[in-house]
């Protein structure tokens, strides 16, 4: 049992490229997220999705796409890389109790 | 809307002081009630939890109670140790189950 696994766990991107981070979880968990932390911050949502098909935005969309075609995968896109996307990104998922997190992808875009 | 505040930091203390970090959080109905623990470089773990008034979570010397009057969730360690210095988030999941609202997390440094 892995848990949450994201790929890839650093990337740079030069501004205006884009990227999919990858995340996936072997818990049948109905309930996905993803999370941006920004240094010395909390946590900030980003995209949620409560089941395959369904997805919805949370405090922070713009600038990501997602996508959720099946339970595992609920990958994060972001189309035109920005500086204001550097950021550690968190993918997290649920199932009625606490949030099981990934380990995370550090992304820096110059 | 729902929201936590949490005390901020960063907090300093010398082994086997007395800890407490306070948390306190605006929602509708009954949340559930989280802690995770963030060590440097690693993404979030629960600590623990409470899912209804009065419930207290406990894990690795930590505790909370959960206190619908005050709408808090202080967490407390009796004897803090070095290997304990991280960076604590206080979490609710709303009523409906679907979101997560985080605080700003404390840092915690414990010097031997």
């Known amino acids: 049992n892995a848990g949450v696994t994201q790929t890839p766990k650093f990337r740079i991107l030069k501004i205006g490229q884009s990227m999919t981070l990858q995340c996936t979880q072997d818990?049948?968990?109905?309930?996905m997220y993803w999370y941006r932390q920004d240094p010395g911050m909390g946590l900030k949502l980003i995209y949620y999705?409560?089941?395959?098909?369904?997805?919805d935005k949370g405090e922070v969309p713009n600038g990501y796409n997602v996508s959720r075609s099946t339970t595992e995968d609920f990958p994060l896109r972001l189309e035109l890389a920005a500086p204001s996307q550097t950021s550690v990104y968190f993918c997290?998922?649920?199932?009625?109790?606490?949030?099981?997190f990934g380990p995370g992808t550090r992304l820096t875009v110059t | 809307g729902d929201s936590v505040t949490q005390m901020e930091g960063p907090v300093t203390l010398s082994e086997e002081a007395f800890l407490t970090i306070n948390c306190t959080y605006t929602?509708?109905?009954?949340?559930?009630l989280f802690w995770y623990v963030q060590y440097p470089g690693e993404g979030l773990q629960l600590l623990l939890k409470?899912?209804?008034?009065?419930d207290k979570g406990s894990n690795k010397g930590f505790e909370a109670t959960y206190r619908k009057e005050t709408t808090s969730f202080h967490l407390e360690k009796g004897s803090v140790q070095v290997s304990d210095s991280a960076v604590y988030f206080c979490?609710?999941?709303?009523?409906?189950?679907?979101?997560?609202?985080f605080g700003t997390g404390t840092s915690l440094t414990v010097i031997p």
């Open positions: 997290a998922s649920s199932e009625g109790g606490g949030l099981e």
């Open positions: 818990m049948n968990h109905n309930y």
């Open positions: 999705s409560v089941g395959a098909g369904i997805t």
């Open positions: 929602a509708t109905g009954y949340p559930s």
């Open positions: 409470a899912t209804k008034a009065d």
């Open positions: 979490a609710l999941r709303t009523n409906t189950g679907n979101q997560f609202y």
